[in-house]
């Protein structure tokens, strides 16, 4: 009972035109960055490593590698923040976690490609 009250509620806050990707792939996040009374859209690119949550509460994990250094961000899948997601290149994975990229540097970071139906090229 209160879980379906919670999920009415939830449901007119959740996005609809969220696009298909998966665990690896290789993702385009433009985020509303609000600075002072200004606001501009950023462009976060890296490999997803984690999905988690479901529902409104519903998050992912960019990581990319900037001046030898890794950067991982979180972003809730439904914020209002979040603009738009673009998959660029699927990536071939085993697992549903892919923590054990944190300690790869170099080409060791690059997944293989996946060739399938919902891969972007640009």
């Known amino acids: 009972m209160k879980t379906e009250m919670l999920d009415a509620v939830e449901s007119k806050c959740l996005k609809d035109n969220i696009p ?9 996040v433009h985020c509303r960055i609000q600075e ?4 501009r859209t950023q462009i976060f690119t890296g490999t997803v490593i984690s999905r988690k949550g479901r529902g409104i509460n519903e998050t992912f994990t ?16 439904h914020s209002p923040n979040v603009l738009d997601i ?8 085993r697992r549903a976690k892919l923590y054990y990229l944190r300690q790869r540097t170099g080409k060791a970071v690059k997944l293989a490609q996946r060739h399938s139906e919902h891969t972007v090229s640009k």
């Open 86 to 93: 673009k998959p660029i290149r699927s990536g071939k994975t």
């Open 36 to 39: 002072g009374d200004k606001t």
């Open 62 to 77: 960019v990581r990319r590698i900037v001046n030898n250094e890794g950067i991982e961000r979180i972003f809730p899948l």
């Open 20 to 28: 298909r990707f998966d665990i690896g792939d290789v993702v385009d």
